[in-house]
């Protein structure tokens, strides 16, 4: 019998294993502060949810997030392009308590009070979060990446360096998520600067990004995983490949059981190839052997990322280059020419970075 079976079926819906209330008694916090669990400020007249590190000695004295000297820095640059924090913003800390001597936030700590942060995003809603710092970086894009808090775990995500200057319409929560530097960075370097510094003109220009949005990036989520059907019979599957010759440029991956092809036993397990509007997977058998061999033969342009794994492959199963590669073949060369940081070349970021799309495989990866 012969049948496609729709991705959603199999996949796992978009939530992460999080907590419901903050870990208070893992963190303790709450014990050695003035003001333990400042709540949200703000009347955010423009919809933005401004997310900073922990509170200083000042806010933990009047019990306000962001009234401190790295506050008033703030305030200062939102009041140069017609922002007023307390009016138009939203705000609040990866850490509702100050740490001891304003330490900075653990993985750990964050990790217990993102139930706060996520508690605030799910009450206001927002056009866009503005992220200022690693922490906040860490406890936000963690939850909408879906790569923390899942497991229990404390993932690491990157820092400011990684996602500085990135405007990602999140799909999870549907808001512009937009990292950007702690304005207590930009005071030091000012500080030690003779000439202003580059940073300090990129972080007006990202504050002037995000208080240029006025709504969420979404009226309706995508559901990419609808567009894609899994191929269980491999006459089906051999038959749809078959149809992709010659049509359009097709983007084909591999799943493989090692990384290289060199050794006699290495085998191709899976594969999905997509036209742009059919989007298939399908296991690797003697029928799909042979369509792809046909379809990587042809003059159909192809693309892939990282396309030398690809072509390795090819070369060992079918003793054959893949004929007709695109010019732009290669997405995750493009990715390097767009941002040549560490960390931003994967396929995963980049889809949550330029898409939204959360992690697709926080399940099956361990």
């Keep these: ?17 999080m907590p ?38 000042e806010e933990d004295q009047y019990g306000r997030p962001f009234i401190g000297k790295a506050g008033r820095c703030l305030r200062d640059e939102l009041h140069a392009i017609g922002v007023d924090l307390d009016e138009d913003c939203w705000t609040v800390n990866s850490l509702s308590c100050r740490p001891p001597s304003n330490a900075t936030p653990t993985e750990k700590q964050i990790y217990y009070c993102r139930p706060l942060v ?3 995003i799910t009450e206001f809603k927002p056009n866009a979060i503005l992220l200022l710092g690693a922490s906040a970086i860490q ?3 963690a939850l909408a990446w879906g790569k923390g808090g899942s497991r229990g775990k404390t993932a690491r995500v990157g820092g400011v360096n990684k996602w500085c200057g990135y405007v990602v319409p999140s799909q999870v929560p ?47 989520l995508p559901e990419y995983s609808r567009k894609c059907q899994i191929v269980v ?35 191709i397990i899976c594969c999905s190839v997509s036209d742009g509007n059919t989007s298939i997977a399908f296991m690797w058998t003697r029928e799909t052997h042979k369509a792809m061999d046909a379809l990587l033969s042809s003059s159909t342009p192809k693309w892939g990322w990282n396309a030398s794994f690809e072509e390795g ?18 997405g995750m060369l493009n990715a390097h020419v767009l941002d040549n940081r560490p960390g931003t070349k994967s396929l995963k970021f980049q889809a949550f970075a330029r898409l ?11």
Aim: proline share 9%; glycine share 6%.
């Design 20 to 57: 419901d209330a903050p870990l208070c008694g893992k963190c303790k916090l709450d014990k050695g502060c003035i003001s333990p669990k400042i709540k949200p400020y703000g009347k955010g007249r423009m919809g933005i949810l401004v997310v900073g590190e922990a509170p200083g000695s």
């Design 313 to 330: 492959w090819v070369l060992k199963e079918f003793g054959h280059g893949v004929n007709n590669w695109d010019d732009l073949a290669d």
């Design 1 to 17: 019998m012969s049948f496609l079976l729709p991705l959603t079926d199999l996949v796992p819906s978009k939530r992460l294993d």
């Design 118 to 120: 996520q508690r605030a």
């Design 233 to 267: 019979d491999d006459r089906d599957a051999a038959q749809m490949i078959y149809e992709m010759i010659g049509v359009a440029p097709v983007s084909f991956d591999f799943e493989t059981d090692r990384l290289k092809p060199d050794h006699q036993d290495a085998t």
């Design 139 to 141: 406890s936000v894009i």
């Design 356 to 366: 939204g799309q959360p992690s697709y495989d926080d399940e099956i990866k361990p």
């Design 174 to 220: 549907n808001s512009w998520i937009i990292p950007t530097y702690h304005p207590s960075h930009i005071m030091r370097l000012r500080e030690d600067a003779r000439e202003p510094p580059m940073e300090a003109f990129y972080w007006r220009k990202h504050l002037e990004s995000c208080f240029s949005i006025s709504r969420r990036p979404w009226d309706e």
